[in-house]
C-alpha cells in the first residue's frame, strides 16, 4: 500500500484534459521523447501524415524537434503542407538557425492559416542541416520520406530504421470552430431524489460535428464537483435537459471509502446484461503495485457491485462472475480469472478523479483520490461497490461543457444555483 501511494504522488497532476479545457488541438504520433535524431540528404524530406479531428481545420503552426548539425551545406529548411494528393497548399522558407539551436527542443513554426480536410501531409526538407527527433517503438507507418518536383512519397529505405518503428517527431496544431451554449433554462432548481433539479440547454455548432453536452454540479462552499450527467450528441444543433435527484456516488470497499466520484449511466448495453454494467466511473489502475498506471472505466451493477474494469485501450483487466455467466456461460470462471484477469488482489488499486470548480474561473480541475486497494477476492467483486448517497442540502454551482468531435470544449458556468431541499 504504502508503494503504491508514493507512485501516486509522484505524478500527481493538477490539469485538464480534453474534456474539461478549451483550446487549439495538437495533432501527433510519438511519445514525446526522441531516442535519437536522423537527418535525410539528397533532396528528401521527413513527411508525417495526418488526418483532421473532424470537418474543415484551420493548421495554424507545426512544431518539430530538432537540433542543428555540426556542418550544414545549407542554412535553409523548407516547410510544406500537402493535401491528401500530393499538392502543396502552404510552405514556409527561413533559415534554420531561427528556429533550432546545438541542442534538442521544438521549434514551433507559425504557418499561414490554412484550412485542411481529411488527410493531409507536413513535410520538412532540411538540406542536410537539422537533425529530426525520432521516436523508436511501435509506430503507425505515417512517418514518411518524401520529395518535391513532383510531390511523391518515396519507398523506405532508411537500413536499420523499419517504418513500423520509426516516428518522426514532428506535430500539427490547428482549430476548427468551437461550439455555442445557445440557451440555459432552469426548470426547477430545488433537487430531492423524487423532484429531480432539472435544466434545459440548448447547444449549436456551425460546422455540425456535435460530440456531447456534460453537466457537472459543484458544491457552492467547497467548490467539489459531486455529480456529472453526459449526453452524447451529433449533428449541428440540439436541446439536452440534465437531472439532478440531490445525490452523490460514493465508492467503499472494506477498507476505505471515497467520494464525490464521477459515475455515468452506461449507454448501448445489451439488454441481456445491462443491470450488470449498469453505470461507469472514470479511474486508473494502478498495476503491479503500482508499477503500471493505465486509464480505464469501472463498471458498476444496479446493485452497486464491481462488475468490470477495462481499460481506454479496450483491453478487459477484470469481469465478474456474473457478467461472465452472461455473456460466455460455458466458460469457467476459475479458468478465466488464470488466464485473463490482470487485476490481482493486494497488487492492484483503483484511483478515482477528484474534480472541483475553483470559485469564479469557471474551469474544472483534476486530482485524485486515496487508491482503493482490491484487497479482496475478485470471486466476490473484490468487493467494491458504488453508492449513491443523499447530498447536504445547499446550493450547488452547474457547469456545461460542451464538446465537438474537433476536440473544442466550451465551459458555461452558469450565475444560477440549484438547491438541494
Known amino acids: 500500500m504504502t508503494r503504491i501511494l508514493t507512485l501516486l504522488w509522484i505524478v500527481l497532476f493538477f490539469g485538464c484534459t480534453s474534456a474539461l479545457c478549451d483550446s487549439s488541438v495538437t495533432l501527433y504520433l510519438d511519445d514525446g521523447t526522441a531516442e535519437n535524431g536522423f537527418r535525410v540528404g539528397d ?51 527561413d533559415r534554420a538557425d531561427s528556429f533550432f539551436s546545438d541542442e534538442f527542443g521544438w521549434a514551433v513554426v507559425d504557418v499561414p492559416d490554412v484550412q485542411v480536410s481529411g488527410l493531409f501531409f507536413i513535410s520538412i ?115 439536452v435537459q ?33 443491470s450488470l454494467l449498469a453505470r461507469s466511473s472514470p479511474c486508473v489502475l494502478l498495476m503491479n503495485y503500482g508499477e503500471t498506471m493505465v486509464s480505464a ?39 478465466y480469472l488464470v488466464e485473463n484477469v490482470t487485476a490481482i488482489k493486494d497488487e492492484t488499486a483503483i484511483v478515482f478523479y477528484n474534480v472541483s470548480a475553483p470559485l469564479g474561473s469557471g474551469r474544472l480541475s483534476t486530482s485524485y483520490h486515496q487508491p482503493i486497494v482490491l484487497s479482496r477476492s475478485p470471486l466476490f467483486n473484490f468487493r467494491v461497490r458504488l453508492e449513491e448517497l443523499e447530498a447536504e442540502p445547499g446550493d450547488y454551482v452547474p457547469i456545461i461543457v460542451v464538446e465537438d468531435r474537433a476536440y473544442n470544449a466550451v465551459h458555461h458556468p452558469m450565475l444560477v ?4 431541499g
Do not use: C
Open 242 to 274: 440534465f437531472t439532478w435527484p440531490g445525490t452523490f456516488y460514493q465508492i467503499s470497499s472494506a477498507d476505505s471509502a471515497v467520494s464525490p466520484v464521477l459515475s455515468y449511466e452506461v449507454v448501448g448495453v445489451s439488454e441481456d446484461f445491462r
Open 297 to 335: 472505466y469501472a463498471y458498476f451493477g444496479d446493485d452497486g457491485n464491481l462488475n468490470g474494469l477495462i481499460d481506454i485501450s479496450g483491453r478487459v483487466h477484470y469481469v465478474s462472475r456474473d457478467v461472465l455467466n452472461a455473456t460466455a456461460p460455458e466458460a469457467e470462471y476459475f479458468e
Open 125 to 239: 526538407y532540411e538540406f542536410g542541416g537539422i537533425y529530426i527527433g525520432t521516436d523508436i517503438g511501435p509506430a503507425t507507418n505515417r512517418s514518411l520520406l518524401s520529395t518535391r518536383n513532383p510531390n511523391r512519397i518515396l519507398e523506405w529505405n532508411l537500413g536499420m530504421y523499419q517504418q513500423n518503428e520509426t516516428e518522426w517527431m514532428i506535430r500539427a496544431t490547428g482549430s476548427s470552430p468551437p461550439p455555442e451554449v445557445a440557451g440555459i433554462r432552469v426548470l426547477s432548481d430545488v433537487a430531492s431524489p423524487d423532484s429531480p433539479a432539472t435544466i434545459e440547454v440548448e447547444v449549436s455548432d456551425s460546422d455540425r460535428n456535435l460530440k456531447s453536452a456534460t453537466l457537472y454540479l459543484a458544491e457552492n462552499d467547497s467548490h467539489k464537483v459531486i455529480w456529472s450527467e453526459a449526453w452524447d450528441l451529433v449533428g449541428g444543433e440540439a436541446t
Open 43 to 93: 533532396g528528401m524530406g521527413h513527411t508525417i501524415l495526418f488526418e483532421i479531428p473532424s470537418g474543415d481545420w484551420m493548421l495554424s503552426s507545426v512544431a518539430v524537434y530538432g537540433k542543428l548539425g555540426p556542418e550544414r551545406p545549407s542554412e535553409i529548411f523548407v516547410l510544406e503542407i500537402w493535401d491528401e494528393d500530393l499538392n502543396a497548399i502552404s510552405r514556409v522558407t
Open 417 to 420: 444555483r440549484v438547491r438541494r
